[in-house]
């Protein structure tokens, strides 16, 4: 999704141009409407994650409190609480989150830091480099760009 800058917004609002994801006869109120839905959805789901996070990290700091006692005694008999079943069933299970909505967040993130640093760039290329040589080489970054759009979907 792309951000809107303050003059597009603006000028959207004062309807003088439309944004590319606008459907068919959907008015503005509707659009927006359904931004703020996608948005809070998304907020949401990341919420969730990071609530399943914060409880499977929860569940290791009770653990650790405990001295890992709980875990520690197996047929009656002391084993090492570092190599302890239950201890390494915990670490695994911490450690084995899927988060789709914070890896799509990311991704998002990371695609627009590039389209950033392209953007940024461009100026130098064309200062520095031959015309020629600066059409190729932002070519490429454009290509690595749509692969690593391509990748997270």
Not at 25 to 40: D, M
Not at 88 to 109: G, H, M, V, Y
Request: net charge negative; aromatic share 6%; proline share 3%.
């Amino acid at each position: 999704m792309k951000q809107m800058s303050l003059i597009e917004m603006d000028g959207f609002l004062k309807g003088k141009c439309i944004p590319r994801d606008l459907k068919v006869n959907e008015t503005n109120a509707e659009y927006l409407v359904r931004k703020f839905a996608e948005a809070e959805a998304k907020c949401a789901a990341l919420a969730a994650e990071n609530a399943g996070l914060k409880s499977g990290a929860m569940g290791e700091i009770e653990v650790i409190n405990r001295g890992g006692q709980a875990y520690c005694v197996k047929d009656g008999v002391q084993v090492n609480p570092m190599y302890a079943r239950g201890w390494n069933d915990c670490r695994a299970k911490s450690l084995q989150s899927d988060t789709p909505a914070t890896d799509a967040f990311l991704a998002e993130i990371e695609h627009k830091a590039i389209r950033k640093f392209i953007n940024r760039i461009e100026h130098i290329l064309r200062d520095k480099l031959s015309p020629y040589d600066t059409e190729e080489m932002l070519e490429a970054m454009r290509i690595f760009l749509e692969e690593q759009g391509g990748e997270q979907k």
